[in-house]
């Protein structure tokens, strides 16, 4: 019973899977809980098929009291006399061919949601942060545009890698759900990407060239902050989050990784 209601507290729900022992060892320090385990269900009611021993499935649990669990299954092989075909039990805790738990995964996930860096994800899960960083890269998709552009957007900077300042633009209603993520802030980048509302000026030689360029330059952005009650305020919480988000992490050097990681904190 005791063992059934750590399966519970792991997450773990299938109920073909019986534990059949339970032990605990030290490794470089650190306890390492192993559940044995065996799978297996009635695979097929026809007499053709028939048992053919097992495969032996190590799976990377989720951590438990901020301790280290990990089961070793064995999966039930199922032999068909009429095609010699070998099947084996599956069991929805984890990919086929992988070792790292769904709940596992799921736990990442979270943990990165909330601005946590790789290395401190690793730490807590008991895993390594190269399988943080591809658990993420797997679960999130960078969207190169997005379907509609959206009537009225909110557009800011940040620095991003290698010191570089990155062009960042939401959606200004209600959803603020950000629009792109540019890797600089280039004229040139941020117009093969958005509407190209500047207007190229003459100069005359004037003293006034640079006010009356600039006013031409943002004309537009001018009349639609007197006609409209949209604002920043949006993108400069984004933002607010983006610098914690790195601060935290003490900075990144891949730019899809961390376009990754605004896109959970922002999920």
């Given at each position: 019973?005791?063992?059934?209601?750590?399966?519970?507290?792991?997450?773990?729900?299938?109920s073909n899977i019986k534990i059949t022992r339970f032990s605990a060892e030290?490794?470089?320090?650190?306890?390492?809980?192993?559940?044995?385990?065996?799978?297996?269900?009635?695979?097929?009611?026809?007499?053709?098929?028939?048992?053919?021993?097992?495969?032996?499935?190590?799976?990377?649990?989720?951590?438990?009291?901020?301790?280290?669990?990990?089961?070793?299954?064995?999966?039930?092989?199922?032999?068909?006399?009429?095609?010699?075909?070998?099947?084996?039990?599956?069991?929805?805790?984890?990919?086929?061919?992988?070792?790292?738990?769904?709940?596992?995964?799921?736990?990442?996930?979270?943990?990165?949601?909330?601005?946590?860096?790789?290395?401190?994800?690793?730490?807590?899960?008991?895993?390594?942060?190269?399988?943080?960083?591809?658990?993420?890269?797997?679960?999130?998709?960078?969207?190169?545009?997005?379907?509609?552009?959206?009537?009225?957007?909110?557009?800011?900077?940040?620095?991003?890698?290698?010191?570089?300042?990155?062009?960042?633009?939401?959606?200004?209603?209600?959803?603020?759900?950000?629009?792109?993520?540019?890797?600089?802030?280039?004229?040139?980048?941020?117009?093969?990407?958005?509407?190209?509302?500047?207007?190229?000026?003459?100069?005359?030689?004037?003293?006034?060239?640079?006010?009356?360029?600039?006013?031409?330059?943002?004309?537009?952005?001018?009349?639609?902050?007197?006609?409209?009650?949209?604002?920043?305020?949006?993108?400069?919480?984004?933002?607010?989050?983006?610098?914690?988000?790195?601060?935290?992490?003490?900075?990144?050097?891949?730019?899809?990784?961390?376009?990754?990681?605004?896109?959970?904190?922002?999920?």
């Open positions: 019973m005791l063992m059934d209601n750590t399966l519970e507290l792991l997450g773990i729900t299938d030290s490794v470089n320090g650190e306890k390492r809980n192993v559940i044995e385990a065996r799978l297996t269900y009635n695979y097929c009611k026809s007499e053709k098929v028939v048992r053919n021993g097992s495969k032996i499935l190590h799976t990377r649990l989720t951590e438990l009291h901020k301790e280290r669990f990990e089961m070793k299954l064995y999966k039930q092989l199922y032999l068909c006399k009429e095609c010699l075909k070998i099947r084996s039990a599956r069991t929805d805790i984890v990919e086929e061919g992988h070792t790292l738990s769904h709940q596992l995964k799921r736990s990442v996930l979270h943990m990165a949601r909330e601005g946590i860096t790789a290395t401190g994800i690793a730490r807590i899960c008991h895993c390594s942060p190269s399988s943080v960083i591809r658990i993420i890269d797997e679960a999130v998709e960078l969207k190169s545009r997005v379907a509609r552009l959206p009537e009225n957007l909110c557009f800011d900077e940040f620095r991003s890698v290698n010191s570089t300042m990155s062009f960042i633009c939401c959606d200004a209603e209600v959803s603020h759900d950000i629009v792109a993520i540019l890797e600089n802030r280039l004229t040139k980048t941020i117009r093969e990407r958005l509407i190209d509302v500047l207007e190229n000026y003459r100069r005359s030689g004037q003293n006034m060239d640079t006010a009356i360029s600039t006013l031409k330059k943002n004309m537009t952005a001018v009349l639609n902050s007197v006609e409209y009650d949209f604002s920043n305020g949006p993108v400069e919480g984004i933002n607010r989050r983006i610098k914690s988000l790195k601060r935290s992490c003490f900075g990144f050097r891949n730019l899809d990784n961390f376009r990754k990681r605004i896109a959970l904190i922002r999920s």
